[in-house]
């Protein structure tokens, strides 16, 4: 299956609506995901982006719509589909008491992979030396690394990963973001859920945003961020410029003050700091260009939602 | 990064050749379930030429798999083992010790003096005690810690007995007037007129440790059977490891054979480790020649109890409502269906009640072939009982299964 484009066609949904009793988790949602992209699915808790997922994994049936996954229809349950499929859940999904390398030999042989090669899927997500560690004694990381060597054990065309950095620091989930580069580079068609907004536009080709059971927005992190046409902030210590000589120049769309700072909005940025470095004033400066989390909370809204 | 190992077919309906996903047959993997030519572009990458690429897991592999996983998980888990083979083995430590004179095989009865009628008392039928004298042999009967004192004089014996049995008085009387009247025969050395031969028939009244150990052993591989199935699935469906098995091609069936098989596996090991303490001295358990009947009613035991284990599987949301549960059904089970006395001394209304009870019948199956030593018709009933019970309730298990707590 091709798209208009002529990319060939990993997954392709229209119109889905699932529908909890009064709550419309899912509410008309239509998106298409090209082999070996990078595509991610953003919004607030209770968005529906797992219950998207689900629907397309095939774990739920949806009240209306169609999912063709890899050209063919995931539910009912289509055994001839998920040996082409990995997937990752949000709960650490792992047999009781088993070592790494159990584990990952136990899901391998749910796919009639040898043992061997499981063993070999320790290397890739760098968990060698854990091979003979309890899963339960993992840390949070290495857990989602076996987690994820787990949906990729059978050499999936597609893979889910539904929020495989939640609950990480830092470190762990930078770490693992060049692992899940490295899955896209081998091909592999990946579709994965989250909250972090930076790691997204690190990672995805693609990003639909969504809330409410809709899909807002949905392109690529750059052309969604320039479709904000949101200003630059230009920020500096108000030692080395105040307030009022900020409001002087040309280009100060809006100047605020806050603490030890002074923030300039502007629309030109390039014109406003050739006119601070002739003033001699960028010391300390930062310019802050709009980011995905701005499309996305100007999109979503900044209510906090419990 | 090629090195990830992923999959690089990129072109259409390269994969779709290899769809005949074990689901079918149940036998290995054969030849054409390898996946089809062109498939493999480049073989550097993944460092496995042969043997890397997934072939098709039959469903017999996948059942393997799972169930040699829920095997470990269980040998490694203390407290199900502690619970599965040690806790029953307490209680049978406990109740052997406490009943291990019990029951109707021998009286101990004081004695004082000698002679010959004391020398030929039947040794299996009565104990003795011996006192230096015969006021010390009756005073022990006067505070009532023995039924009666024989003292042997010379040629003359005095029988004395307490008032509060008489049934056991009468017993005892009656045994030494036939040892008394064995000895005149002896003495007169004249061949006896009549004789009389018994022999037992079955051993009715039981010593404590044959209905002892069947009725623990039914309740150890009974409760282990029904939390063990509960448990598996609760906590399954609660990590999620449901919902991926369900993602992944193995068949529903071989999840639920797998746990057969593991509690089967279980129920027999339980077994073993049990009879072999049984028959050790303290406890002295007799194996009657045809004790690998019990084996049947153990697996058919096994399958009852994994069934009703299933449904409160399919039912409790929590490992602990699960736990309570399962108690709820099991444990009142075990106290009405004499796993820690002999059902056939309590009152009818109990008998025929428990009748209800699918422990019940396995009790009655085991205890007629481990501690009765009855032969295949003893078995025929209990079996035919277990296995509607097991379809029945197994049925509304399925019926009532779960993938996903939402």
């Known amino acids: 299956m091709r798209d208009a484009d002529g990319d060939e066609v990993a997954i392709a949904v229209e119109g889905l609506v699932k529908t909890y009793g009064e709550l419309r988790a899912v509410d008309g949602v239509g998106f298409t995901v090209h082999r070996g992209e990078f595509f991610g699915i953003l919004g607030p808790n209770g968005a529906g982006k797992t219950t998207t997922l689900e629907i397309v994994e095939g774990i739920r049936q949806a009240d209306a719509g169609t999912v063709r996954l890899l050209g063919q229809s995931p539910w009912p349950r289509n055994p001839a589909l998920l040996p082409r499929i990995g997937v990752q859940l949000q709960a650490s999904s792992f047999f009781d008491k088993l070592t790494a390398r159990e584990q990952l030999q136990a899901f391998g042989a749910l796919y009639g992979v040898s043992a061997r090669r499981a063993v070999e899927l320790l290397d890739v997500v760098g968990l060698a030396d854990k091979a003979n560690t309890p899963e339960s004694e993992l840390s949070g990381g290495q857990r989602q690394r076996l987690s994820i060597a787990c949906a990729l054990v059978h050499d999936p065309e597609v893979v889910f990963l539904d929020e495989p950095t939640a609950a990480l620091d830092p470190q762990a989930r930078r770490n693992l973001w060049d692992l899940l580069r490295g899955i896209q580079s081998g091909g592999v068609t990946v579709v994965y859920t989250t909250h972090y907004l930076d790691e997204a536009e690190a990672l995805c080709d693609r990003v639909a945003i969504m809330d409410g059971g809709r899909i807002l927005a949905l392109d690529s992190p750059a052309a969604l961020v320039r479709a904000l046409d949101a200003p630059t902030r230009v920020a500096l210590p108000t030692r080395i410029l105040d307030a009022a000589t900020a409001r002087g120049l040309d280009g100060a769309d809006q100047v605020t003050e806050g603490g030890d700072e002074v923030e300039i909005s502007t629309r030109h940025p390039a014109r406003l700091l050739t006119q601070l470095a002739e003033r001699d004033r960028l010391d300390g400066v930062s310019v802050r260009t709009a980011t995905l989390e701005d499309v996305f909370l100007h999109l979503t809204g900044r209510a906090y939602r419990a | ?406």
Do not use: C, Y
């Open chain 2, 1 to 406: 990064m090629r090195d990830t190992g992923m999959s690089e077919s990129t072109g259409p309906g390269t994969e779709t050749g290899t769809d005949s996903r074990g689901t079918g047959t149940g036998t290995e993997t054969g030849p054409g379930t390898e996946t089809g030519p062109g498939t493999e572009t480049g073989t550097g990458s993944r460092g496995t030429a042969a043997g890397g690429r997934p072939v098709a897991a039959s469903a017999w592999t996948q059942l393997r798999t799972l169930a040699l996983a829920m095997l470990r998980g269980f040998f490694r888990d203390r407290t199900a083992l502690f619970f599965t083979f040690f806790f029953p083995l307490m209680f049978l430590v406990v109740f052997g010790l406490i009943f291990r004179d019990s029951g109707t095989s021998a009286t101990t009865i004081a004695v004082a003096g000698q002679g010959p009628i004391l020398d030929r008392l039947p040794a299996q039928v009565l104990k003795q005690q011996r006192f230096p004298d015969a006021d010390a042999a009756i005073a022990k009967v006067r505070s009532g810690d023995l039924p009666a004192a024989l003292i042997e004089d010379g040629n003359s014996l005095t029988l004395r007995f307490a008032a509060s049995d008489q049934v056991k008085a009468a017993q005892l009387q009656g045994i030494v007037q036939a040892v008394v009247g064995e000895a005149n025969i002896a003495a007169s050395g004249r061949p006896p007129t009549f004789s009389l031969s018994a022999a037992q028939v079955e051993d009715r009244d039981l010593k404590a440790i044959q209905f002892l150990t069947p009725g623990i052993l039914s309740w150890g591989v009974a409760t282990s059977a029904a939390f063990g199935a509960a448990l598996t699935l609760v906590s399954w469906r609660r990590k999620q490891l449901l919902r991926r098995i369900r993602l992944s091609p193995a068949p529903v069936w071989a999840v639920v054979g797998a746990r057969v098989g593991v509690s089967l596996v279980v129920a027999l090991v339980q077994a073993a480790v049990f009879v072999a303490l049984a028959i050790t001295p303290p406890f002295g358990l007799r194996l009657s020649h045809q004790w690998w009947l019990a084996i049947p009613l153990l697996i058919l035991g096994t399958l009852a109890f994994l069934s009703i284990g299933l449904l409160v599987g399919a039912v409790a949301k929590t490992d602990e409502a699960a736990s309570a549960m399962a108690n709820f059904i099991v444990l009142p089970m075990a106290f009405l269906s004499g796993t820690f006395f002999d059902i056939s001394q309590a009152p009818a209304w109990l008998r025929s009640f428990s009748k209800v009870f699918p422990l019940r019948w396995m009790n009655d199956g085991m205890l007629d072939v481990l501690g009765r030593g009855k032969g295949v018709q003893a078995v025929l009933a209990p079996s035919a009982v277990l296995i509607g019970f097991t379809l029945v309730v197994g049925f509304i298990a399925t019926r009532l299964f779960r993938w996903d707590d939402a």
